[in-house]
């Protein structure tokens, strides 16, 4: 004879126990989310929830899965409100994107030869999720985790802070790392991006760096080789067939990485196999506070245009080459250049090649990156 009551009791038991996991690895999603969440205890796990800063017209929603830009939104030379940035309609898409859609990268963003790197003596092993190569930080970079929200502002300047432990040890870096990074609409159609790392106790490699796809037109207006690109750099940092810097520098002048001019982005890309995916070596003088200008975009149809500034020494230009019908918003199918990237960093792999800029974060350091995006129509 069967005996209903046991059964049941087995089978919310377990359900109560599925709900628990999942929710303490932050997969629940709570669009909107309030900060009632800042009343719990402080051992709660963070809850992953969808935000908005918004002034008028011009708009911007992230999620702290991956401290991640979902959308932006600002009209065109016509007054019609588009979003301009390539993504997801549900952060359940996320967690699996190969795309890195928005997604803030480290600890180390972009790629580290060999996945292994030797500091203070030691190598350091990391796990190898781009061919033999690290890419981006690993199986589990900074974008596949969840982030605490630790402020949110409103008013003229509307703001959001959010923050990661990156525990001694994740994906093979050495030592604790506090992270901080701060989106501000601090000005008419201005956001800015100011990214922050503490070194607590081993001296270890950071390299942020904001990864949106940008389309001016729209995210799901087509490819963007139409878009005009200026770059502000006279150098590259040439790569391998494996997109590892080499160690030496190349000249723009001549060939159709240079950008020094406003340049389509499609009028020479049939001259790089597969397209654009390069650091440059930024050559604008830094202002009284760091910051150089890196880059301007204009796509001519819509009349938008994004002023990019940073303090960092160089810019990845990324041109979507691996791009190849991408299910993304509202089903709109993104295939190969539907977005460009600008990737203000570190030079790639400066673990490995002493004569590129330090990345080196000592033990009570601070790793400072700061951005700024001017749009305009």
Same mark, same amino acid.
């Given at each position: 004879?069967?005996?209903?009551?046991?059964?049941?009791?087995?089978?919310?038991?377990?359900?109560?126990?599925?709900?628990?996991?999942?929710?303490?690895?932050?997969?629940?999603?709570?669009?909107?989310?309030?900060?009632?969440?800042?009343?719990?205890?402080?051992?709660?796990?963070?809850?992953?929830?969808?935000?908005?800063?918004?002034?008028?017209?011009?708009?911007?929603?992230?999620?702290?899965?991956?401290?991640?830009?979902?959308?932006?939104?600002?009209?065109?030379?016509?007054?019609?409100?588009?979003?301009?940035?390539?993504?997801?309609?549900?952060?359940?898409?996320?967690?699996?994107?190969?795309?890195?859609?928005?997604?803030?990268?480290?600890?180390?963003?972009?790629?580290?030869?060999?996945?292994?790197?030797?500091?203070?003596?030691?190598?350091?092993?990391?796990?190898?999720?781009?061919?033999?190569?690290?890419?981006?930080?690993?199986?589990?970079?900074?974008?596949?985790?969840?982030?605490?929200?630790?402020?949110?502002?409103?008013?003229?300047?509307?703001?959001?802070?959010?923050?990661?432990?990156?525990?001694?040890?994740?994906?093979?870096?050495?030592?604790?790392?506090?992270?901080?990074?701060?989106?501000?609409?601090?000005?008419? @159609?201005? #956001?800015?991006?100011?990214? &922050? +790392?503490?070194?607590?106790? *081993?001296?270890?490699? =950071?390299?942020?760096? !904001?990864?949106?796809?940008?389309?001016?037109?729209?995210?799901?207006?087509?490819?963007?080789?139409?878009?005009?690109?200026?770059?502000?750099?006279?150098?590259?940092?040439?790569?391998?067939?494996?997109?590892?810097?080499?160690?030496?520098?190349?000249?723009?002048?001549?060939?159709?990485?240079?950008?020094?001019?406003?340049?389509?982005?499609?009028?020479?890309?049939?001259?790089?196999?597969?397209?654009?995916?390069?650091? @440059?070596? #930024?050559?604008?003088?830094? &202002? +009284?506070?760091?910051?150089? *200008?890196?880059?301007? =975009?204009?796509?001519? !149809?819509?009349?938008?245009?994004?002023?990019?500034?940073?303090?960092?020494?160089?810019?990845?230009?990324?041109?979507?080459?691996?791009?190849?019908?991408?299910?993304?918003?509202?089903?709109?199918?993104?295939?190969?250049?539907?977005?460009?990237?600008?990737?203000?960093?570190?030079?790639?792999?400066?673990?490995?090649?002493?004569?590129?800029?330090?990345?080196?974060?000592?033990?009570?350091?601070?790793?400072?990156?700061?951005?700024?995006?001017?749009?305009?129509?």
């Amino acid at each position: 004879m069967s005996k209903p009551p046991l059964l049941l009791a087995v089978c919310l038991l377990l359900a109560f126990a599925f709900f628990f996991f999942f929710q303490s690895i932050g997969f629940f999603h709570a669009a909107n989310i309030g900060f009632s969440a800042f009343s719990a205890p402080r051992t709660a796990p963070p809850q992953v929830g969808i935000y908005e800063l918004q002034k008028g017209d011009f708009s911007l929603k992230i999620t702290n899965f991956g401290a991640t830009i979902l959308s932006l939104f600002l009209p065109d030379s016509k007054g019609n409100v588009a979003d301009v940035v390539l993504g997801y309609d549900r952060i359940a898409h996320y967690i699996n994107d190969t795309a890195y859609f928005g997604a803030l990268v480290g600890r180390v963003a972009n790629r580290i030869a060999g996945g292994h790197f030797l500091l203070n003596g030691k190598v350091y092993k990391l796990p190898t999720n781009n061919g033999k190569n690290t890419l981006h930080g690993g199986n589990r970079g900074f974008n596949k985790v969840t982030w605490t929200v630790k402020e949110k502002g409103v008013g003229e300047f509307p703001y959001i802070t959010l923050y990661y432990h990156s525990f001694d040890g994740e994906e093979g870096f050495p030592g604790d790392l506090d992270v901080y990074v701060t989106y501000k609409f601090s000005g008419p @159609y201005e #956001l800015t991006v100011n990214m &922050n +790392a503490t070194a607590k106790n *081993k001296a270890t490699p =950071v390299n942020l760096a !904001q990864h949106s796809y940008w389309n001016l037109g729209g995210h799901n207006s087509g490819v963007i080789l139409s878009h005009l690109v200026q770059i502000f750099a006279t150098e590259i940092t040439p790569v391998d067939d494996n997109l590892i810097p080499t160690g030496s520098f190349q000249k723009v002048a001549g060939t159709p990485y240079d950008f020094r001019e406003p340049t389509s982005v499609g009028s020479r890309i049939d001259q790089i196999p597969g397209g654009y995916d390069v650091n @440059y070596v #930024l050559s604008s003088l830094p &202002n +009284a506070q760091g910051m150089r *200008k890196v880059a301007l =975009v204009q796509d001519p !149809q819509s009349g938008r245009a994004l002023a990019l500034w940073a303090n960092q020494p160089g810019v990845q230009f990324y041109s979507g080459n691996f791009l190849n019908n991408v299910r993304g918003k509202g089903g709109h199918m993104y295939g190969q250049h539907n977005g460009l990237c600008l990737e203000t960093q570190g030079f790639p792999d400066a673990v490995n090649h002493y004569n590129f800029p330090s990345q080196i974060v000592n033990p009570g350091q601070v790793y400072r990156h700061d951005m700024l995006f001017r749009f305009s129509f």
